[in-house]
């Protein structure tokens, strides 16, 4: 079963506009990562959040987690045509192993 | 380094037929996954294997699915016999200690039963 649930399922902008991702999940989790996947490509790692953790920042990428809500946001900043992919946000509850969501597919257009 | 190698990349397979797909984890890593992608179910766990050992097959779909892990730099999943609702993308991904850390994907294995 899906522990984190990504929105907006799809999202269009257009460069140089700002993507926001979020996810929320259900039970409590010792981190949360999120993943970037491209078309008919694996899943690439972009950023891990413990749980003891509010913000974190990678290059144009800003993560926050608030564990009181349960819910975390994915910030792309500048955002390039070569972001175009489908963005997975996963949780760790303690049991090694990661639940990913359904995920959110950005377009970014020229 | 290579990255998790995943074979064969694609598969067409007629239904009945067994399928075995395989994975090199990386080198070092002691945490490996088996993951299956479909566009109705999402990212599933099927299978986590820690120190070559299956930790969780809860995963496992049914008795048609098998996992090995023979040892630390190869890992196996079998289909038999296969069916057309297993087409779907199948990925192995590796870690250092779990969930708790980066988890690398393979490019994976697309899967087609007819």
């Known amino acids: 079963s899906q522990q984190g649930e990504e929105d907006p399922q799809a999202l269009s902008i257009q460069e140089g506009e700002n993507a926001t991702m979020n996810c929320s999940y259900k039970?409590?989790?010792?981190?949360l990562q999120w993943y970037r996947q491209n078309s008919g490509r694996g899943l690439v790692h972009l950023i891990l959040?413990?749980?003891?953790?509010r913000e974190k920042h990678s290059g144009r990428l800003r993560v926050t987690l608030d564990t009181s809500k349960k819910s975390s946001s994915l910030l792309i900043t500048a955002s390039r045509a070569a972001d175009t992919a489908s963005y997975f946000c996963a949780t760790d509850a303690g049991y090694s192993t990661l639940t990913f969501g359904k995920g959110t597919m950005l377009l970014v257009s020229p | 380094d290579a990255g998790v190698i995943q074979s064969p990349r694609h598969e067409v397979t007629e239904m009945g037929q067994e399928v075995t797909l395989r994975c090199k984890p990386i080198s070092g890593h002691n945490s490996l996954f088996w993951y299956r992608q479909t566009m109705m179910r999402g990212l599933e766990l099927l299978i986590y294997f820690n120190n070559n050992v299956p930790i969780d097959d809860s995963g496992m779909p049914e008795d048609r699915f098998s996992a090995k892990m023979p040892n630390a730099s190869f890992s196996t999943l079998k289909i038999q016999p296969s069916e057309p609702r297993d087409s779907a993308v199948y990925f192995c991904a590796s870690s250092l200690g779990g969930a708790g850390n980066t988890i690398y994907f393979g490019e994976g294995s697309w899967l087609t039963v007819v």
């Open positions: 959040i413990r749980s003891n953790e």
């Open positions: 039970t409590s989790i010792n981190n």
